[in-house]
């Protein structure tokens, strides 16, 4: 009977800290061709208003924006939705490789977004 009653409270506990709301969202991992990670990488939110002059980041916000050693993106996603669309709208740059825009649905945003960089074009 104790353990029955540990389990239901072990259920009710993870249900308050779980998200119901549908804000969870999963991950940006970049990778290059061949699947690994890549260091370095920055999130460049797009812009909703074209008239807005471009943001010009410092080191210290360029830092905050960078993937880690295993590619992981910091979760910033929040300045990159579009009211207008439910969508998140960025680039993804690095040196070396070409620059990736992406559009993704706010309600369709999986677990783990894996954008492959690519080397560029000759």
């Known amino acids: ?22 804000s969870a969202r999963g991950r940006i991992v970049v990778v290059d061709t061949s699947g690994a990670p890549i260091k370095g ?3 460049i939110p797009e812009p909703e208003n074209v008239s807005v002059s471009p943001t010009k980041y410092d080191r210290e916000e360029i830092e905050r924006r ?18 207008s669309d439910g969508c998140y709208h960025f680039h993804i740059q690095k040196r070396g490789y070409e620059d990736a825009s992406m559009v ?9 977004l ?3 960089l690519k080397p560029p074009s000759s």
């Open 1 to 22: 009977m104790r353990l029955l009653a540990a389990l239901l409270i072990l259920v009710f506990v993870s249900a308050c800290n779980s998200e119901t709301d549908g």
């Open 41 to 43: 990488a920055i999130l």
């Open 66 to 83: 960078t993937s880690d050693a295993q590619g992981v993106l910091p979760g910033m996603l929040d300045m990159c939705l579009w009211d």
């Open 104 to 112: 993704v649905s706010k309600d369709l945003f999986p677990q783990v």
């Open 114 to 116: 894996r954008i492959v």
